[in-house]
């Protein structure tokens, strides 16, 4: 996006994801290229202790998925982070390998898979 009116501390073009729109006056630690993430909507399982009794319920929320770069440095980070502000910045090379493994855990042979309980009734 910094086509037009590239500041001066800008090292090059912005990555093709980059949304932000940067300033002369941005400060140093705001040097950064970003897209605008993607937030997956995710329904999640808690679990609690209700006094003496563990209580399971289901909510509602977000995963936020992005990538972030610094100004000058070619790493690239993927952020992971959910809808409290927990954000895990992951390499290019580690993000690659959750993907990899979180495919393999959703397509994995049956015995990886979680089975229906059996009735018991
Ligand atoms: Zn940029």
Redesign the pocket.
């Known amino acids: 996006?910094?086509d037009i009116g590239t500041p001066s501390w800008q090292s090059g073009a912005?990555p093709d994801w980059?949304t932000?729109e940067?300033a002369e006056q941005d400060h140093p630690d705001d040097r950064s290229?970003r897209d605008d993430g993607i937030a997956v909507p995710v329904a999640f399982r808690i679990r609690r202790f209700v006094g003496a009794e563990l209580v399971e319920e289901v909510a509602q929320g977000h995963l936020v998925l992005g990538r972030w770069q610094r100004d000058g440095d070619p790493r690239t980070w993927y952020l992971l982070g959910d809808d409290n502000g927990t954000e895990l910045e992951l390499s290019e090379e580690s993000f690659r390998r959750l993907v990899d493994s979180m495919q393999r855990l959703i397509d994995g042979p049956p015995a990886m898979r979680a089975q229906p309980s059996p009735r018991r009734s």
């Open positions: 996006m910094g912005c980059c932000v940067h290229h």
